[in-house]
């Protein structure tokens, strides 16, 4: 089975800095995901990663460590608009391309 | 370019009921996702399609529940007599078959069952 944990909810003010971490435990790797998902509305991509580094996209960052499970998500120069829940996913075996395991969600709530 | 939508937005019936949700992927995707979400939790995986074939079904799609996809463009989902565990917020998503494979939703349908 697979096991993918992040906190609950974080807040924090606006043009501050957030970090969302996620930790997986699964049956092979083949990249993890992030989705922003505001309150009634459809999750949207935000990153990618496969490979153990730092993904950069503007005001989000996300970062994995294959060997340690772990990735977590920047939020720099927070705005209203960043509150919202977000998903951290996991693509385990290859023979499961359409199948990812999302964690809860982390709600941030940004104050102003 | 219209993403992927789902009809209807919200279905209210009573237990017993069937029925049956609409997905239209991106146009130029091939695979097809039914996901679901409840309240406080990431979406759950129900079932996926590669054109018109289904390739997986996860064991929490019970008997009650059947997706097709018959042209290998818009999809369904029924569920035959609705219980009160199956209010959800039920979930399609489309990609092109691709490496990182990312996953466009629609906004979903929430089925509420009384």
């Known amino acids: 089975g697979q096991n993918i944990d992040q906190p609950t909810e974080m807040t924090a003010t606006e043009g501050a800095i957030v970090q969302i971490n996620c930790t997986y435990q699964?049956?092979?790797?083949?990249?993890l995901f992030w989705y922003q998902q505001h309150a009634g509305e459809a999750p949207t991509f935000l990153s990618y990663?496969?490979?153990?580094g730092l993904e950069e996209k503007g005001r989000f960052s996300s970062f994995l460590s294959r060997s340690k499970g772990y990735s977590y998500l920047l939020l720099k120069e927070l705005q209203m608009k960043d509150s919202a829940s977000y998903l951290c996913?996991?693509?385990?075996?290859?023979?499961?391309?359409?199948?990812?395991?999302f964690g809860a969600g982390t709600q941030v709530v940004v104050t102003p | 370019d219209t993403g992927v939508s789902q009809d209807p937005r919200h279905k209210i019936t009573k237990r017993g009921q069937n029925v049956t949700f609409r997905c239209d992927p991106i146009?130029?995707?091939?695979?097809l996702y039914w996901y679901r979400q409840t309240l406080g939790q990431g979406p759950e995986f129900l079932t996926y399609?590669?054109?018109?074939?289904?390739?997986?079904k996860s064991r929490l799609l019970s008997d009650r529940f059947s997706a097709e996809r018959p042209k290998g463009s818009f999809s369904t989902l029924e569920i035959q007599r609705t219980e009160q565990g199956d209010s959800a917020m039920y979930l399609c998503?489309?990609?092109?078959?691709?490496?990182?494979?990312?996953?466009?939703f629609g906004s979903g349908t929430q089925l509420s069952v009384l």
């Open positions: 998503a489309s990609s092109f078959e691709s490496g990182n494979e990312k996953l466009f």
């Open positions: 699964t049956s092979g790797f083949n990249g």
């Open positions: 990663n496969v490979l153990d």
């Open positions: 996913a996991v693509r385990g075996r290859t023979d499961s391309w359409g199948k990812l395991q």
């Open positions: 146009s130029e995707h091939n695979r």
């Open positions: 399609f590669q054109n018109e074939a289904q390739l997986e």
